[in-house]
């Protein structure tokens, strides 16, 4: 394992931990680190996370600036699944700044792009937090539409997403929909 790879799973350990200052500091040398194996996606990668770190801790100026310049990259080097992630994370970035507008259309992009690339489940999650945003914007019917779509989409649900779907269905049976 590089050294590159050590540093961005003591990244990945550290944020789970919820120890964001770390997390940021052993990305940043994880991207370093990639940066002089000449791996662009790695680094890349790794600017992403930076971003994630900022969001948590409400950063959100930041966390923007990080993921915008890691989806960039990614789209110069033709990855479109590490796209449509790097867009989905902007779209929590702009829910967070209260720019719906720019969370839908980076949400919308997202789906797109998973759908298009048959990630059903990246699809489907992104779908509910569009959703989430949608029935936060008071687009009760449409949040509940685009909730269904999403959770048709993921195999495996939580708890509250089984119970979601569950009254979706019971919705759609008194309404004479599904």
């Excluded at 940021?24 to 890349?44: N, P």
């Excluded at 569009?130 to 539409?145: R, S």
Aim: one cysteine or more; glycine letters at 10%; aromatic letters at 6%.
């Amino acid at each position: 394992m590089s050294t590159a790879n050590e540093l961005q799973q003591q990244g990945i350990k550290l944020f789970q931990q919820h120890d964001y200052e770390a997390a940021a500091r052993s990305f940043q040398q994880a991207q370093e680190a990639y940066i002089t194996e000449g791996r662009t996606d790695m680094s890349a990668e790794m600017q992403s996370n930076i971003g994630l770190v900022h969001r948590a801790l409400g950063e959100h100026q930041q966390a923007l600036e990080a993921m915008q310049a890691a989806l960039h990259t990614f789209q110069q080097i033709g990855d479109q699944l590490r796209s449509a992630q790097a867009l989905g994370n902007l779209g929590g970035v702009y829910v967070a700044l209260g720019d719906k507008e720019q969370a839908y259309n980076c949400y919308r992009q997202a789906a797109d792009m998973f759908e298009a690339l048959g990630e059903k489940k990246f699809y489907g999650e992104t779908l509910l937090a569009m959703a989430d945003l949608q029935v936060k914007d008071g687009k009760l019917m449409q949040g509940a539409a685009t909730y269904e779509v999403g959770l048709e989409n993921i195999d495996q649900l939580n708890a509250s997403q089984k119970v979601l779907k569950g009254l979706l269905g019971i919705k759609n049976r008194l309404t004479g929909g599904k």
